[in-house]
């Protein structure tokens, strides 16, 4: 159980260390060309965890099913999908790029909205390891310690680059950098508490499962779809972003099958 809680925590220290990056760039936010990297980074990161640490084990979970051994990870990943959907209408967040906030209208103030934006988009990612370690737990053979902990890592790595981009842009927007970056360890607070809670849920009805982790999986793709390749495809240097997609699949897709 120890090494559950360790795994669980991971992804929570790399948002953590990451924030604590406003302590020492100096300037008020990124560079607009390192920026574009971490981003394209993150998403190729989050796709193939998506992929290999996500549905090919739901589906190789479901493979009494034969042929349609799809089916719990089709419906699993298009109920994360519409999960993610839902969250994105009815929480009122700021993409950095925005001047008008996303769901409902709100009198909160920019940072907040800002840092709500991360939020939403950690919630998932704290889903996925969650319930990869709930897989572990429940003694299913198609992820093993090595797997789980591939998983947890390579979610850490890309969220190194996230802390420093919601702590970094906040001071631009004239918070102190004590206050950005605590805002961006609270960002990643969710992933910890999330996991936890799934882990829970999780264990309690092992059946469910492939629908779980294929969730997971269409919540992280929505993310990246709505939110990541927007901001990495837009402005200059959007030809930069592709190379680091690239660079952070093949990273994630390594770790995941050489620890797996």
């Known amino acids: 159980m120890k090494d559950v809680v360790i795994g669980l925590m991971i992804p929570f220290l790399g948002t953590s260390l990451g924030a604590a990056c406003v302590f020492f760039m100096r300037g008020n936010q990124l560079n607009e060309r390192v920026e574009k990297l971490l981003t394209g980074f993150a998403a190729g990161v989050m796709v193939a965890a998506s992929i290999w640490s996500l549905l090919n084990p739901a589906m190789e979970q479901s493979a009494l099913m034969g042929k349609l051994a799809f089916l719990p990870a089709a419906a699993g990943f298009w109920a994360g999908t519409l999960f993610l959907l839902l969250l994105d209408s009815v929480i009122p967040h700021l993409h950095k790029f925005s001047e008008e906030n996303e769901g409902p209208k709100t009198k909160l103030q920019r940072t907040t909205m800002m840092v709500l934006a991360v939020t939403l988009h950690n919630l998932p990612e704290g889903m ?100 990541l390749i927007p901001e990495m495809s837009e402005g200059k240097h959007s030809n930069l972003a592709p190379v680091m997609f690239s660079f952070g699949f093949t990273l994630m897709m390594a770790l995941d099958v050489a620890l797996g």
């Open 128 to 227: 996925a390891v969650g319930v990869v370690y709930a897989a572990l737990l429940s003694g299913s053979t198609s992820i093993t310690p090595a797997a789980a902990f591939a998983l947890a890592l390579g979610i850490a790595i890309q969220n190194f680059p996230e802390g420093a981009i919601i702590s970094m842009p906040l001071k631009a927007e004239g918070v102190s950098r004590l206050r950005s970056f605590w805002y961006g360890v609270l960002s990643g607070a969710v992933e910890p508490v999330g996991a936890a809670l799934t882990v829970l849920a999780a264990r309690q009805v092992s059946v469910v499962l492939p629908y779980l982790l294929s969730f997971a999986a269409g919540a992280m793709m929505y993310v990246v779809v709505e939110e």
